[in-house]
Structure formats: C-alpha cells, structure tokens
Nanobody, 129 residues
Framework: VQLQASGGGLVQSGGSLRLSCAASRRTLDYYAIGWYRQAPGKEREWVACYSSSDGSTSYADSVKGRFTISRDNAKSTVDLQMNSLKPEDTAVYYC???????????????????????WGKGTLVTVSS
C-alpha cells in the first residue's frame, strides 16, 4: 500500500490549506484512509477518517467543524480541507490506511485513535499567529 501526502505549507491563523493523500484506486476503495498529525514534542493524534466502503467519515473533536475529509476520484486522492486554521494545528500531517477488520470492515465507525496499518511520509503544516 503506497500513500503520498502533499499540500503542506505555511499559512496565517484563520487561513486554509488543502492536503491530499494520493493512492491507487484499489487502495482508496478497499482501505479506510486516515489523517494523523504530530506536533513537535507531542504524541501523534488522529485527525480524520474516510471510508469508501460505506461512505463514512469521522473527525477528532479538535478539528470537527473546521476540517473536511473527502475523496477526489479524478485525482485518486483523499483530501483534507482545513479551514479556520489555528497555531495549534501546526504539525506534520500523515495519511494512513488500514486493512478491513471485523464486522465493521474499513468503516470509520471503527476506532483508529491508535493508528493504522500503512503510513505515508508526512507533510508539514505551519500556522503562524
């Protein structure tokens, strides 16, 4: 499973960025896709999930209402639209994928707080105050 995150950069507080996680169509169809982030000196944090299997999405409370995860079939990506960015959103953002497991398969109703099976390289997002 190959994942490639892109779209990071420097943005002012209140601004927007759009991250993309590129993967094969099969990967996007079959696996749950997640975004995670890790700020300097902090533990990795789950941010959002997208599942094509049942169309489910889920978000961490810290980003709910500000971030939107979606799939772009033309680009074969799962994107994370980040609005109303805050300095505390500064982190390296990673996309990840997880094998279907149990009765929920690859649904975002599963708890992905502790991570996923496959990881891409991160992209740095810096939000200035």
């Amino acid at each position: 499973v190959q994942l490639q995150a892109s779209g990071g950069g420097l943005v002012q507080s209140g601004g927007s960025l759009r991250l993309s996680c590129a993967a094969s169509r099969r990967t996007l169809d079959y696996y749950a896709i997640g975004w995670y982030r890790q700020a300097p000196g902090k533990e990795r944090e789950w941010v959002a999930c997208y599942s094509s299997s049942d169309g489910s999405t889920s978000y961490a409370d810290s980003v709910k209402g500000r971030f939107t995860i979606s799939r772009d079939n033309a680009k074969s990506t799962v994107d994370l639209q980040m609005n109303s960015l805050k300095p505390e959103d500064t982190a390296v953002y990673y996309c990840a994928a997880d094998d279907p497991q149990g009765p929920l398969g690859s649904s975002c109703r599963r708890n992905f707080k502790y991570g996923m099976d496959y990881w891409g390289k991160g992209t740095l997002v810096t939000v200035s105050s």
